[in-house]
């Protein structure tokens, strides 16, 4: 098995030791807190996962074609993990806004996403297909326009994939987080993910943590 075939791998692993990892810390710390009312949801988590685990799978050929026909074989730069990062963020903005803007694309590519209104980890890339390709294929151009190389491509995807799951989990006690408010507080704010908050700040689109003002609850085991 060649290197290349071995990191194609790389991202899906990522995202699945990143939802291990950070359900382990929100049962250690019981952060989980009185928002988090199973019943809000529209899908089961037994769909959300086997819909997510599909999509990942599928991605570990894509990543190799990807390799064998677009991604350029250049030495590693570091710098550009850092110019992916804004990447990331740039396209997931404009899309997810844009999403929210627009009837026909939130109904046909954007709703599904939705049925998790309040979310968690391993739903984190819980998608319609029409979502998927539409976001993929706006950040590969990106990719492709920039030159990156493969390795460079699988780093700043596998820093993206850790982050997604961290916005969909409740890290803080009774507090809900930014994208989180988005899920369940206010779905016109706060589009940017994973990474930072610059472009609904820069925007108007931005609506801080939300602390609860209800009693404490019991944790969910």
């Known amino acids: 098995m060649n290197n290349e075939l071995i990191l194609s791998f790389i991202p899906t692993v990522v995202y699945y030791l990143s939802v291990f990892g950070v359900e382990i810390y929100t049962k250690i710390s019981k952060t989980k807190n009185s928002f988090y009312k199973e019943n809000k949801n ?14 990942l799978l599928l991605q570990i050929p894509t990543n ?25 963020d740039t396209v997931e903005y404009f899309c997810h806004r844009l999403y929210h803007t627009v009837p026909w694309l939130y109904k046909n590519a954007h709703k599904v996403h939705h049925e998790m209104v309040v979310p968690y980890t391993y739903g984190a890339l819980y998608n319609s297909a029409l979502e998927s390709i539409i976001t993929s294929s706006a950040m590969l151009l990106g990719f492709y326009y920039f030159n990156f190389n493969f390795l460079e491509y699988i780093v700043t995807i596998s820093l993206s994939y850790f982050c997604t799951v961290c916005d ?11 994208h989180c408010i988005h899920h369940e507080i206010n779905s016109n704010k706060n589009f940017q ?12 689109t931005y609506q801080e943590s939300y602390v609860s003002q209800l009693p404490r609850r019991a944790s969910f085991a």
């Not at 529209?42 to 999509?55: D, G, M, Y």
């Not at 390799?67 to 990331?88: A, H, N």
């Open 168 to 178: 969909h989990a409740y890290l803080f006690q009774n507090k809900i987080g930014f």
């Open 64 to 88: 190799y074609f990807l390799f064998l026909y677009f991604f350029s074989t250049t030495e590693f730069r570091f710098y550009y993990i850092f110019l992916g990062i804004f990447l990331i």
């Open 193 to 204: 993910q994973p990474f930072f908050t610059f472009y609904d700040k820069l925007f108007g």
């Open 42 to 55: 529209r899908v089961s988590r037994s769909k959300a996962f086997l819909t997510v685990l599909i999509t």
